[in-house]
Structures are given as structure tokens and as C-alpha cells.
């Protein structure tokens, strides 16, 4: 018996509808993964995303020309069914050899190692190439095996082009929605594969049986693979530290990590930065969150505790501005707005952030806050990380929003970042700032690239900080009392640019990549060794 079959031209081209369809599902969903990919280490910056979507699409035309060039030399359904068949392999092959590159680049990250970390990033978008390339044949390959009469060609490739761009559609949105939340970046991209790879050995084997089998070799590769790379942390924790937890969420890849002295702290994407602290009997950390304490402090003295009445955080992590403000003020009705859910969970699960006064929402933070009734004494807005700065919490018209959630005497206390050299984002922030608050206060944070920025409903000024710290009352906590005296020697003069962020016109992203850019020229890697 002949091992060759023929089917009928009307199985062909319905079997070529689901391979286009097939094709276009997982050419987005690997384009979507490899950003989380390269995002768990390298983060979500727009410099990362940029270099991802250039690269996929230089892929894609090199992919369009060769299977065209190629369809044209080969028009056979073999030959195109063993395209999707190495497509898919060599798209469920990249993670698995990407594993090691990232796990030496996590190293390099940590190490401060420029150049490592640099070819490791560009180690595994060398590794789409391959796959992406043969994913962007299937198209032009398609349209040439199903024309057989130049007066339909129209309509063939149009319908081709809807087939593959409904696929697109779900391989947009289910990575992102679903799988990678569900089941992790490296699982996503072999269910993705998989599938293409069903797709293509079935089609092969319609037109040859033997063919097909000569190749189920992939399969049992990837899966053997698989095991392999998928032992172990996703990202090794940092040098003497256990982790505690980890997880992949829709936003960020997500650990909580402990040192020998039982303090816990909340890492993200690359692990550069600590967003959240946790210790089960202290509360204080000599870092950036108690200085949202001292925000209400800069209204005319005497300001006592009791007028503080209740607060908003956004950018709430794993709650550890919440905790020293339930410290402080206990009972203090709190409403934390954090978009990650898979932060909440952690800081639930890992950090005490259990307190019954406090609020989570889990939305973004602008739509969250607008949600709100308003009636805060202070929002703290903790949701700026050079280079992730979302806009949209940097507009004159947010700041309107925000103004129009706190009481007369209310402030509005930013976490900025900045550079030891470079505080054009922090000047940008205090002119946006100023054409909705009458004063505004500038406090760098010692020993770090952080400044917060305090904006506030009545004229103040600097002097009122230290003015009401001298006249607490004498039962005041002495967290609170801490705060005040460091927030006082951290004051800073409040210098605004010319620059103003708004709704239609927010240039924050480009102030940043400059401000990166620069700072990495200047040594700035070896600044942060040091």
C-alpha cells in the first residue's frame, strides 16, 4: 500500500483554511510571549518592546519573501506542511534554549554586568529568527497552493489574509489573558507550537503518511526538553536570599524573596529594585515608604495626627506604605489601588497585607481612583519605576482628578525616579504639578535614585514640615516621629522645567529612555556596583 494519499481539492482547501489559521494564532502569540520572555529579566521598558516587535517584523518580511520565492519553486502541500512543521518546533525549541541565556543574563542583571546582559538580550532575539521567518512563509505559501484560476485570486488571498488575521486575533489576547496568567510564558509557547505542530504533521500526513511519521521525532524532543528547562525558578533569586514565591502573572513576572534575617521583599520582572518590605517585627526600613508619612506634615502648624482621616495609595504593591500607616494611625480607613493581581496575592499570601481597614482594588490607577468618592487626607502615588512610567499618572488632567479626590487640606505625595546627575523627569513632574497645586515640595531619599515630591491643596512651605514635627504631640508614634526627621533633612529646593506633561502630549517616555541611555554611557552601571 502506497503511503502517498491525495485528498479531495475541497478537504485540501478546507485543511489550508485551518493551517493559515493555525499559523496566524501562534506568528502573535509568539510575538506577545516573547516579550514576557524577555520581560521576566530584561523588563517591559520601550526600548525592550521596541527591539522585540522591530526584530519579529524583520523577521516576518524576510518570512513573506522566502515563501513566496519558495511556493513559487515548490508548490506542493508536503512542502508547505513541513514549513508549519519546523515553524512550530523551532517556535517551542526558543524558550527551551532561551532558559539557560536567561538564567545567565538574571546573573548578569543582578551583577551589574553590562555586557553579558546585553548579549543575552540580543542571544535570544537571534533565536526568533528561525521560527518567525518560517511562520511568515505560511501566508504567500498558502495563497499560491490555493489559486488555480487568476480570476478568483482576489478573493483567495483576501479570505487568506482574514483567516490569518482572525487567528492573529487570538493569539493576541489569549497569551495575555489566559495562558501565560494560567499556565506561564515558556508552557504558552508549547501550547501555542504544539498545536501549529499538530496542525502541520496532520496536514503532511494527509498527503504523505510517511512523511509524517519521519518527523514525530519533534514532538518527543520538545517534550523532553521541556521537563528539562522547566525545573527550577523562572528567576534564580538574588545571592543569600530563599525564594518564597513566584509568579507569573498578566503584568509581571512576580517573586517574593527572603533573607537570613527575615526580612521579605516583594522583586519584579528584572529584580532591579525593591517595590515592597515585610519583617514580622519591625515596620520601618530607612527606604522610600515612610516618606509618604510625612506628606500631610507640610500643611500650616499646628498639624496634629488626629487630622489625618484617610488615604489613598496607588501603586500599592505588597502593602508596605499601608502597613506603616495602619502603624501610625490604627483603623485608618485605607483604599489601595494596585493592577497586578498577582502583586495583591503575594503581598496577601507573603507580607501582612491582611489589615481589615484596608481597601484593595485592582484596577488601573487612574480608572481606579476615579471610582472613588474621594474625601483623601493624602494620596501616595507609588506606581513610577524608571524606565516604567506610565503617562497617563503624569497629566495635568490627572492631577485635576487626583486634586478633586482630597479634602481642603490634602496632598498628593509621588515617588519620581531620577538619576545621581539627571532630574529632568523630577523638574517635568514638579511644572505639571504646579499649574494644579499651589506649592510643591521636594524631598530626595538618601542613598537612592529616588525623590519624593509632596503637592499640596493650600500654599505651604518647606518650613512647616519642621515646624509641626516640633510640636507633636508627646504620645505621637514614634514611627511617625522618625519619618518627620528624616523627611526634614531630605528637603531639597523645587525646581520646575518647561516641560508639561498632558493628556494630549506626555513626552515621559522619551525624558526616560534619554535619561537611561545617558546614564548608562556615563558609568552608571558601574555607579550602581558600587
Not at 518564597?244 to 521583599?265: H, M, P, T
Not at 515596620?283 to 487630622?307: K, V
Amino acid at each position: 500500500m502506497s503511503s502517498t494519499s491525495t485528498p479531495s481539492p475541497r478537504r485540501q482547501q478546507r485543511f489550508l483554511y485551518v493551517a493559515v489559521f493555525a499559523g496566524g494564532m501562534t506568528t502573535l502569540a509568539v510575538e506577545f510571549s516573547a516579550s514576557r520572555l524577555l520581560g521576566s529579566i530584561f523588563g517591559t521598558s520601550n526600548v525592550v518592546w521596541a527591539n522585540i516587535i522591530g526584530l519579529i517584523m524583520v523577521y516576518l518580511t524576510a518570512g513573506y519573501f522566502i515563501g513566496g520565492r519558495w511556493a513559487d519553486r515548490s508548490p506542493y502541500y508536503t512542502t508547505f506542511y513541513r514549513i508549519i512543521a519546523w515553524a512550530a518546533f523551532f517556535s517551542g525549541l526558543a524558550p527551551l534554549v532561551a532558559h539557560p541565556i536567561l538564567q545567565a543574563a538574571a546573573t548578569a542583571v543582578q551583577d551589574y554586568d553590562a555586557a553579558v546582559t546585553v548579549g543575552s538580550f540580543a542571544s535570544v532575539l537571534i533565536l526568533f529568527s528561525v521560527p518567525v521567518t518560517l511562520l511568515g512563509c505560511i501566508s504567500p505559501f498558502s495563497i499560491r497552493l490555493a489559486i488555480s484560476d487568476v480570476d478568483t485570486a482576489g478573493g483567495i488571498s483576501g479570505r487568506m489574509y482574514a483567516i490569518s488575521t482572525l487567528g492573529s486575533i487570538i493569539g493576541t489576547f489569549a497569551p495575555v489573558l489566559l495562558l501565560i496568567p494560567q499556565t506561564g510564558t515558556t508552557r504558552t509557547f508549547l501550547i501555542f507550537s504544539g498545536a501549529l505542530l499538530a496542525v502541520g504533521l496532520t496536514g503532511l500526513a494527509l498527503q504523505d503518511r510517511r512523511a509524517a511519521l519521519k518527523l514525530l521525532w519533534m514532538p518527543v524532543t520538545l517534550l523532553i526538553l521541556a521537563v528539562l528547562a522547566l525545573r527550577g525558578p523562572l528567576r534564580p533569586p538574588p545571592s543569600g536570599m530563599t525564594l518564597l514565591y513566584e509568579d507569573e502573572s498578566a503584568y509581571n513576572l512576580v517573586q517574593v524573596v527572603e533573607d537570613e534575617n527575615g526580612y521579605r521583599y516583594l522583586l519584579l520582572n528584572e529584580g532591579q529594585g525593591v517595590h515592597s518590605q515585610w519583617h514580622p517585627t519591625e515596620i520601618t526600613y530607612g527606604r522610600t515608604w515612610s516618606f509618604f508619612l510625612a506628606g500631610p506634615y507640610f500643611n500650616a502648624p499646628p498639624y496634629t495626627p488626629d487630622r489625618v482621616k484617610r488615604i489613598a495609595i496607588i501603586g500599592l504593591a505588597a502593602g508596605t506604605i499601608a502597613r506603616q500607616y495602619e502603624a501610625v494611625y490604627p483603623g485608618l480607613p485605607m483604599d489601595g489601588i494596585e493592577i497586578d493581581p498577582g502583586i495583591v496575592e503575594a503581598g496577601q499570601r507573603y507580607m501582612g497585607m491582611t489589615m481589615p481597614n484596608l481597601h484593595v482594588m485592582v484596577e488601573d490607577g487612574r480608572f481606579g481612583l476615579n471610582r472613588l468618592d474621594g474625601g483623601y487626607t493624602m494620596i501616595g502615588i507609588d506606581a513610577y519605576r524608571v524606565p516604567y512610567v506610565p503617562w497617563h499618572l503624569t497629566t495635568v488632567e490627572f492631577f485635576e482628578e487626583a486634586r478633586d479626590h482630597l479634602t481642603a487640606d490634602g496632598v498628593l505625595t509621588i515617588n519620581v525616579g531620577r538619576t545621581s546627575s539627571d532630574r529632568r523627569l523630577i523638574e517635568a513632574m514638579t511644572r505639571t504639578l504646579l499649574d494644579v497645586f499651589p506649592s510643591v515640595h521636594t524631598l530626595d531619599v538618601p542613598n537612592s535614585y529616588n525623590t519624593i515630591l509632596v503637592a499640596t491643596r493650600q500654599p505651604t512651605t518647606p518650613d512647616n514640615l519642621g515646624a509641626n514635627l516640633n510640636t507633636l504631640p508627646p504620645d505621637t508614634s514614634p514611627v511617625l516621629q522618625a519619618a518627620l526627621q528624616t523627611a526634614s533633612a531630605a528637603i531639597r529646593p523645587t525646581v520646575a522645567s518647561d516641560v508639561r506633561f498632558t493628556d494630549d502630549h506626555a513626552p515621559v517616555e522619551a525624558i526616560v529612555d534619554e535619561m537611561v541611555i545617558e546614564f548608562l554611557l556615563s558609568g552608571g552601571i558601574d555607579e550602581l556596583a558600587n
